[in-house]
């Protein structure tokens, strides 16, 4: 990944701060009340430290949170508070961040070793090499990993200390250093010393010019897009939706309504009813495009937690923890940068498993009136669910806390129902009035034992459906009424075999291609199969011919 070095500003930050800490004198609780504060005007959250604070723990929780703004507004507030006289820079994303998140300390003999190792950086390099090493050693051996401390060393001092941070490590690699493992304090002061040293012949101007900060991810984002320009993807309007759902106009109308009225929506149904279907079909409505790069999809299941749709802590190669945004979080930070577009979060199946329980402070947010309201989230985060963003939810025909007050508050709940007579079309119409009878009586049951109409939307026969999906179905839901089961299966078979009067029935169309071997012939069924597939069944009988065209082939296909 590449890395960007420190700058002007960020070397003035980092030597405002440390001479403001120990102008502090040594006044621990000061300074984490300090700290609080402004995480707590901010974010309205402070979760990671209880007692006295060290004097880098500071820097490491504001880079460790996720939102550029909020930390660059705590990162502003601090400086104020602490009096700094130094603006804060535009950006933290360049100065070194260490491999763990959060606070370096969290017991008091921690603190004070980091608070020794702070004063041991600022002496004399000359006189002060002895104290160093044992601080670091001290501190080393306490609290921090040695490679987090580098760059404690490197917010403490950036002209003197090298961050020996993974981007670091693998850039002297490339130099021919090896690292020193265990890097101790006194491994360390030589390697820094040596790496300095060379640092002029490789054109840097001293430590703080190696590559360590964290990219700039936005200004990367923009030149990718920049290179690799998509093709634009078709424009999704009304007709679209009406043409990819068998709904009526008057319908679909109505449905839309409800999802602008609240800007969330539940599609409540029994299996193979089209939820999900709908639900991508009104997001792309939304968006406006067949790009769904505005969408967003989770599938919550008994598994799914908070952290899978918001905020978590995601161990990284090493193992070490770092926070992740989830694809909600996400969606709605794009969506705050782009005030213009509609952005769509998909929750396919949110009765997988209870909502409050994966949405958390998200939930209330969903509100209409609660849209823009900043609020505290886990991990020293904020999260705001702005206006442009639509919540689509797909669920069984049993979630009855769709109908709970606080939800109806928050989603507006379409029931959708099996479509079986458009599914089937008229030539199965006595098998629709049959199946709609049956599903009655499954109903009674349980909701979400009725037969949809997306039975009947792949590529089996209508034969083939009836067999193998519907009758198992049956005889599971009448396990304890073999006679009942039996009989609805009988009937079912019945409709097959008697199609509705005044329908002609359909030929079957089959392609032959002769000669491709002289053992055996290639068929390609073109249409549902009715009886044996015989030669003299075919419409038309084309040669095989190896390295011939198959615009014939074509033709054919499109005329049937």
């Given at each position: 990944?590449?890395?960007?070095?420190?700058?002007?500003?960020?070397?003035?930050?980092?030597?405002?701060?440390?001479?403001?800490?120990?102008?502090?004198g040594?006044?621990?609780?000061?300074?984490?009340?300090?700290?609080?504060?402004?995480?707590?005007?901010?974010?309205?959250?402070?979760?990671?430290?209880?007692?006295?604070?060290?004097?880098?723990?500071?820097?490491?929780l504001?880079?460790?949170?996720?939102?550029?703004?909020?930390?660059?507004?705590?990162?502003?507030?601090?400086?104020?508070?602490?009096g700094?006289?130094?603006?804060?820079?535009r950006?933290l994303?360049?100065?070194?961040?260490?491999?763990?998140?959060?606070?370096?300390?969290?017991?008091?003999?921690?603190?004070?070793?980091?608070?020794?190792?702070?004063?041991?950086?600022?002496?004399?390099?000359s006189?002060?090499?002895?104290?160093?090493?044992?601080?670091?050693?001290?501190?080393?051996?306490?609290c921090?990993?040695?490679?987090?401390?580098?760059?404690?060393?490197?917010?403490?001092?950036?002209?003197?200390?090298?961050?020996?941070?993974?981007?670091?490590?693998?850039?002297?690699?490339?130099?021919?250093?090896?690292?020193?493992?265990?890097?101790?304090?006194?491994?360390?002061?030589?390697?820094?010393?040596?790496?300095?040293?060379?640092?002029?012949?490789?054109?840097?101007?001293?430590?703080?010019?190696?590559?360590?900060?964290?990219?700039?991810?936005?200004?990367?984002?923009?030149?990718?897009?920049?290179?690799?320009?998509?093709?634009?993807?078709?424009?999704?309007?009304?007709?679209d939706?009406?043409?990819?759902?068998?709904?009526?106009?008057?319908?679909?109308?109505?449905?839309?309504?409800?999802?602008?009225?609240?800007?969330?929506?539940?599609?409540?149904?029994?299996?193979?009813?089209?939820?999900?279907?709908?639900?991508?079909?009104?997001?792309?409505?939304l968006?406006?495009?067949?790009?769904?790069?505005?969408?967003?999809?989770?599938?919550?299941?008994?598994?799914f937690?908070?952290?899978?749709?918001?905020?978590?802590?995601?161990?990284?190669?090493?193992?070490?923890?770092?926070?992740?945004?989830?694809?909600?979080a996400?969606?709605?930070?794009?969506?705050?940068?782009?005030?213009?577009?509609?952005?769509?979060?998909?929750?396919?199946?949110?009765?997988?498993?209870l909502?409050?329980?994966?949405m958390?402070?998200?939930?209330?947010?969903?509100?209409?009136?609660?849209?823009?309201e900043?609020?505290?989230?886990?991990?020293?985060?904020?999260?705001?669910?702005?206006?442009?963003?639509?919540?689509?939810?797909?669920?069984?025909?049993g979630?009855?806390?769709?109908?709970q007050?606080?939800?109806?508050?928050?989603?507006?709940?379409?029931?959708?129902?099996?479509?079986?007579?458009?599914?089937?079309?008229?030539?199965?119409?006595?098998?629709?009035?049959?199946?709609?009878?049956?599903?009655?009586?499954?109903?009674?049951?349980?909701?979400?034992?009725?037969?949809?109409?997306?039975?009947?939307?792949?590529?089996?026969?209508?034969?083939?459906?009836?067999?193998?999906?519907?009758?198992?179905?049956?005889?599971?839901?009448?396990?304890?009424?073999?006679?009942?089961?039996?009989?609805?299966?009988?009937?079912?078979?019945?409709?097959?075999?008697?199609?509705?009067?005044?329908?002609?029935?359909?030929?079957?169309?089959?392609?032959?291609?002769?000669?491709?071997?002289?053992?055996?012939?290639?068929?390609?069924i073109?249409?549902?199969?009715f009886?044996?597939?015989?030669?003299?069944?075919?419409?038309?009988?084309?040669?095989?011919?190896p390295?011939?065209?198959?615009?014939?082939?074509?033709?054919?296909?499109k005329?049937?």
């Amino acid at each position: 990944m590449r890395r960007v070095p420190m700058i002007g500003e960020d070397i003035s930050f980092l030597k405002s701060y440390f001479d403001a800490v120990r102008r502090l004198g040594g006044d621990r609780d000061g300074l984490r009340e300090a700290v609080e504060d402004c995480f707590l005007d901010v974010t309205g959250r402070f979760d990671y430290h209880l007692g006295p604070m060290d004097p880098f723990s500071p820097l490491a929780l504001l880079l460790g949170i996720g939102n550029e703004r909020d930390a660059g507004e705590i990162s502003e507030r601090l400086a104020e508070a602490l009096g700094m006289g130094q603006a804060a820079p535009r950006t933290l994303s360049r100065i070194p961040s260490p491999s763990m998140p959060g606070p370096f300390s969290r017991s008091t003999e921690e603190t004070s070793a980091l608070w020794d190792l702070l004063d041991a950086s600022q002496a004399p390099s000359s006189s002060g090499a002895g104290a160093l090493e044992l601080a670091f050693d001290r501190a080393a051996a306490l609290c921090m990993p040695a490679p987090d401390l580098t760059v404690a060393l490197s917010w403490a001092a950036p002209l003197r200390f090298l961050p020996v941070c993974d981007s670091v490590a693998a850039f002297l690699s490339e130099k021919g250093f090896v690292i020193p493992s265990p890097l101790t304090g006194a491994a360390y002061l030589r390697l820094n010393r040596d790496v300095k040293a060379l640092l002029p012949e490789w054109g840097l101007d001293g430590p703080q010019s190696l590559p360590c900060g964290r990219v700039d991810r936005a200004a990367v984002d923009r030149v990718m897009d920049e290179i690799f320009r998509p093709v634009p993807a078709r424009p999704y309007g009304e007709e679209d939706l009406l043409s990819d759902t068998m709904l009526p106009a008057r319908e679909v109308a109505a449905i839309e309504s409800m999802l602008a009225s609240k800007g969330a929506l539940i599609l409540r149904g029994p299996p193979a009813v089209g939820k999900t279907h709908l639900a991508r079909a009104l997001a792309r409505r939304l968006v406006g495009s067949l790009d769904e790069s505005r969408v967003r999809w989770a599938q919550p299941h008994p598994g799914f937690a908070y952290e899978d749709l918001l905020f978590g802590r995601i161990p990284d190669e090493t193992g070490r923890d770092y926070i992740a945004m989830g694809p909600l979080a996400e969606l709605c930070d794009d969506a705050m940068a782009d005030p213009d577009n509609a952005y769509v979060m998909v929750l396919d199946g949110m009765d997988g498993a209870l909502p409050a329980s994966y949405m958390g402070e998200a939930l209330p947010l969903v509100a209409a009136s609660r849209r823009g309201e900043r609020v505290g989230a886990r991990y020293c985060q904020v999260l705001t669910v702005p206006g442009n963003v639509a919540f689509i939810g797909t669920a069984g025909a049993g979630f009855a806390a769709a109908d709970q007050p606080w939800m109806r508050r928050l989603f507006a709940v379409y029931d959708m129902r099996p479509m079986l007579a458009e599914a089937l079309g008229p030539r199965h119409a006595r098998l629709a009035e049959d199946l709609g009878e049956l599903n009655s009586e499954l109903a009674g049951i349980g909701p979400d034992r009725v037969i949809g109409h997306g039975f009947f939307m792949g590529g089996l026969s209508v034969r083939e459906v009836v067999e193998r999906e519907v009758v198992p179905v049956v005889r599971a839901a009448f396990a304890d009424d073999p006679d009942r089961a039996e009989s609805w299966a009988s009937r079912l078979s019945e409709d097959l075999r008697r199609p509705t009067p005044g329908i002609p029935r359909r030929q079957p169309a089959f392609l032959f291609l002769g000669g491709f071997s002289t053992k055996c012939s290639v068929r390609l069924i073109a249409s549902e199969g009715f009886g044996a597939a015989t030669r003299k069944n075919a419409r038309k009988i084309i040669p095989w011919r190896p390295h011939g065209r198959f615009g014939n082939i074509v033709q054919f296909m499109k005329s049937i």
